[in-house]
């Protein structure tokens, strides 16, 4: 039997990478990853799969680091292979099929291509000996460009990516339970994101809980899973609800300012205003999670001070109003109701 590298490029995957690899870990004799400067979650998740993890400057080309990744393969084939493709099952037990079927020793000059199962279906050089002279088609880096005799089988790559077009992403969800793939933690997550995104509230609950459940260790998914269902509540108008998963979310790790800023505009709205002073400036004091920073940013900029301003002024201590939205106008000089205020206490108080 053939022995296969499985190699791959890398960069904030974390949405789709642990749902490719579980899909062909088990079929390949190595897993090789080039990563190019990721700054969420990939490599923690792909380090369940591999220590073969190797750091490419993202700034050099994409075919140079496509060079760079099939040089450290060790095995007699190369499977190039994006983080958001997978094997269904049928395809599964084609490769091994395949891998069994395959004379190394007879078939040097070996590539094979795959069908890849997308919008429209290609063909695409997706294994190929590693001896084999290899050039990068630089209109399209789904394909690989060989002068070698080429085997075509019939086994499907489906891609299924996780884009910026939440109807897209809905419409690959949808096609993996269709096909019933399971789920990793990350895709029930993003799942759920993408149900919550398009208003589908009851639902996104339903896939949130179901991510909760898995128990994982990255306090940042968990915190923003109970921001998710607390925001789902808050539009299905069960304020109860929305607060108790609120409170919820400081279970799983620092306080985060998003977090602080929704429990102070609760109490707020409640005109609680001691309350709601209290979560604004916790919202201010604690430091966050650097993965959750470019998670609403205002929570841990502007909006605090400006929502201080308010209720400082609603409990009569004008000076701490006036400095908490002269700090806010700092962060956004622009903003019209901190613009307002500041004509209100300058007015208010003389200045």
Known sequence: MIT???????????????????????LVDEIILVDLNSTDRTLDLATKFTNHIHSFDSTQSYEESINYLFS?????????????????????????QLKQTINSNTMKNLSINYNLNSVTDQLLTRILCR??????????????????????????????????DNKTNLIVYGKMISHDIQFSPRDLFYYAKALSD????????????????????????????????????????????EQTWLLKA?????????????????FLEKNNYDSAIYWYKEAILNKFNERLKSCNPSCSTWLPHLQLAVCYDKVGKYELAYNHNEIALKYFPAHPSILSNRTYFTNLLNK
């Open 250 to 266: 400081l279970q799983y790790g620092k306080t985060h300012p998003e977090t602080c800023c929704r429990l102070g505009y609760l």
């Open 131 to 164: 001896e084999s002279t290899l050039s990068i088609n630089k209109e399209n880096f789904d394909e690989l460009s060989l002068t070698n005799p080429v085997l075509i089988s019939d086994i499907e790559i489906s891609n299924l990516p996780y884009t910026n």
């Open 198 to 241: 398009d208003n589908q509230y009851d639902k996104a609950i339903k896939y949130f809980l179901k991510f909760l459940r898995t128990n994982q260790t990255f306090e940042e998914h968990n915190i923003l899973a109970c921001n998710y269902i607390a925001n789902c509540y808050h539009h299905l108008n069960l304020n109860e609800l």
């Open 72 to 96: 450290l393969a060790t095995k007699d084939f190369l499977f190039w292979l994006k983080p958001s493709e997978v094997l269904l099952d049928e395809s599964r037990l084609k490769f091994l």
């Open 4 to 26: 296969i590298s499985l190699c791959m490029i890398v960069k904030n995957d974390e949405a789709v990478i642990e749902r490719c690899l579980n899909s062909v870990f088990d």
